[in-house]
């Protein structure tokens, strides 16, 4: 049992003593990042098969919808949903996702609703027939502009051959300080942005220009190559099984609370989102 307080103390209420024969654990000790979120989920199911468990989660998304953020971090999360359909199905585990119409716009309960294969109605468990498979929902979302960077950023560096991602890094880590960034984060901040440029030069072309800057308590990093080929939309979701399995954008979307891709114009461009409370949530921040 993943849910807020409120929610637990109606099912504890409900349950009355039974409620004790279930596991319950804070959001907080599931909901991070929208990586690290599906990363969390995904090691538990992986523990509990390797001893052979069948466990059932209920888990209740601990994701606003904010109209004054830069970026959509419900749909985002949305997106993960989605792949666990396809990531979560080998362990065999029942997963139900409790989301709240009150709390949600109707918009994105009906994304939500896509990305169910059944949901749980007065009539019980029901297949969805409005259910889409995790890879053509991905590939359906839109993939609009980005808006553009600020007219003057707090980076701006051009990256053009593997020898100069080394001043790139150091810029960004240099900025993640002055934004009071504490270490472990500024260094996630770095090696997300380290795996985009080098992707960006070895499967975009050069020159990869890397600009950051800051905006309501979130750090925004936009990498931008001169390739224009599109990155398909699965990219990064799926686990690296073996070494050889590319694992650049994978460790971007994990660091970054939120990884956006767009390709239009000649040119294709990766941003990603770090709020400094999601960041930080869960680090040993030094007093």
């Not at 599906?38 to 466990?55: D, N, T």
């Not at 950023?153 to 080394?166: F, K, L």
Request: charge should be neutral; charged fraction near 25%; aromatic fraction near 8%.
């Amino acid at each position: 049992m993943v849910v807020s307080t409120d929610t637990e103390a109606i099912i504890r209420d409900r349950l009355g003593p039974d409620a004790h024969d279930l596991q319950w654990a804070p959001v907080t000790a599931f909901y991070e990042r929208t990586g690290f979120t599906y990363s969390r989920f995904l090691r538990f199911l992986r523990e509990r098969h390797a001893r052979q468990e069948v466990v059932r989660i209920i888990a209740e998304p601990d994701v606003v919808t904010d109209p004054d953020s830069p970026v959509d971090r419900a749909a985002a999360y949305v997106n993960y949903e989605a792949m666990t359909n396809e990531v979560y199905a080998r362990y065999r585990c029942a997963i139900t996702c409790m989301w709240h119409g009150h709390r949600h716009s109707p918009e994105l309960i009906d994304q939500i609703r896509k990305v169910h294969p059944r949901e749980l109605s007065d009539l019980g468990v029901v297949d969805n027939p409005g259910y889409v498979p995790p890879g053509d929902y991905l590939s359906g979302r839109a993939q609009p502009p980005l808006a553009e960077p600020p007219p003057v950023t707090d980076v701006d560096i051009t990256v053009r051959r593997a020898e100069d991602v080394a001043s790139c890094r150091a810029a960004v880590a240099r900025w993640a300080t002055a934004q009071h960034f504490v270490p472990t984060a500024v260094g996630q901040v770095v090696a997300a942005t380290n795996e985009v440029v080098a992707n960006g030069l070895r499967h975009g072309r050069p020159p990869v220009r890397t600009r950051a800057w800051s905006q309501d308590a979130m750090l925004i990093v936009d990498v931008e190559d001169q390739g224009g080929r599109a990155i398909p939309a699965h990219v990064g979701y799926r686990p690296p099984v073996i070494p050889a399995d590319s694992a650049g954008l994978w460790l971007a979307r994990q660091l970054a609370d939120v990884l956006v891709t767009h390709t239009g114009d000649g040119r294709t461009t990766v941003r990603m989102y770090f709020p400094y409370a999601v960041t930080h949530r869960n680090l040993r921040i030094p007093t």
